[in-house]
C-alpha cells in the first residue's frame, strides 16, 4: 500500500459543529503532517507528528484539535471553526526516522471542508 | 531560512511544445528540492526529487529537473507537453534535519491545443 487516504472527501459544517478529518497511512512513515491550502495557494504547514508525538504546530488556532492514536492513523478534530477555515486540509507522511536524512512526502487527495 | 521563488505565476503552453518552469531556491547547506504537481481539487503528487548525486534527475510523467548549485535553481522540464499536465507545480527545499519543506508560491501551467 503505497498512498495516504483521507476521509471524508467533502466536509460541510456549521460553526457550531463538531467533526473530525481522518488521514490513514500503511507506509510505515513515522512522521505525519496536517497542511491547510486556500485556493491558488501553496500547502501552509498546520501540525506536524513524528513518532507519535506533536513536534510542530505553527501557531494554529486551538479549534483545531490533531490527534495521532498510532502510527498509521492521524485526526484533525474540528471545533467552533470560522468561515475563513475554509480550504483544503490536506494530510502527508514521510519516511522520516532517526538518522534518514531527507523529507520526502506522500500526500493525501484532501478534504474540502466548507464552513458555513 | 530557507525559501523558494517560482519566478512564473502561470504559464500557458501549446500541446506538443517544451515546457520549463522555474524554480530558485535560497539554502546554506546542500538542499533537498522536490517538485509536486497538483491537479484540481487534488493533493499533491511527487514528480521528482535530489537529493544529491547526478544533478540531471528523471521524474515520472516524462518530467526532469537540472539541479544547479551555481544558479540555485532547480527547474523543472519537459520535451513535449500533453493536455493532461495542466495543472499547479510546487518546487519545494528542505534538509537533512527537522524543518519541514518550504514550498513556493507555484505555477499554473495551462496547456492550449
Known amino acids: 500500500d503505497t498512498e495516504v487516504t483521507q476521509t471524508p472527501k467533502h466536509l460541510v459544517m456549521g460553526m457550531t459543529n463538531k467533526k473530525s478529518l481522518k488521514c490513514e497511512q500503511h507506509?510505515?512513515?513515522?512522521?505525519m503532517y496536517w497542511y491547510k491550502q486556500k485556493a491558488k495557494k501553496p500547502p501552509e504547514l498546520m501540525f506536524v507528528?513524528?513518532?507519535?508525538?506533536?513536534?510542530i504546530n505553527e501557531s494554529v488556532p486551538s479549534r483545531f484539535s490533531p490527534e495521532c492514536p498510532n502510527s498509521s492513523l492521524l485526526n484533525l478534530h474540528l471545533h467552533a471553526l470560522q468561515p475563513e477555515d475554509s480550504a483544503l486540509y490536506l494530510c502527508?507522511?514521510?519516511?522520516?526516522?532517526?538518522?534518514?536524512?531527507?523529507?520526502?512526502?506522500?500526500f493525501g487527495p484532501g478534504t474540502r471542508l466548507t464552513v458555513l | 531560512a530557507q525559501s523558494v521563488t517560482q519566478p512564473d505565476i502561470h504559464i500557458t503552453v501549446s500541446e506538443g511544445a517544451s515546457l520549463e518552469l522555474r524554480c530558485n531556491y535560497s539554502y546554506g547547506a546542500t538542499p533537498y528540492l522536490f517538485w509536486y504537481v497538483q491537479s484540481p481539487g487534488q493533493g499533491l503528487q511527487l514528480l521528482l526529487k535530489y537529493f544529491s548525486g547526478d544533478t540531471l534527475v528523471q521524474g515520472i510523467k516524462g518530467f526532469e529537473a537540472e539541479f544547479k548549485r551555481s544558479q540555485s535553481s532547480f527547474n523543472l522540464r519537459k520535451p513535449s507537453v500533453h493536455w493532461s499536465d495542466a495543472a499547479e507545480y510546487f518546487c519545494?527545499?528542505?534538509?537533512?534535519?527537522?524543518?519541514?519543506?518550504?514550498f513556493g508560491k507555484g505555477t499554473r501551467l495551462s496547456v492550449i491545443a
Open positions: 502527508a507522511s514521510s519516511p522520516r526516522s532517526r538518522g534518514v536524512p531527507y523529507n520526502e512526502q506522500f
Open positions: 507506509m510505515g512513515h513515522r512522521a
Open positions: 519545494a527545499v528542505g534538509d537533512s534535519g527537522n524543518t519541514p519543506l518550504v
Open positions: 507528528y513524528s513518532y507519535e508525538k506533536l513536534s
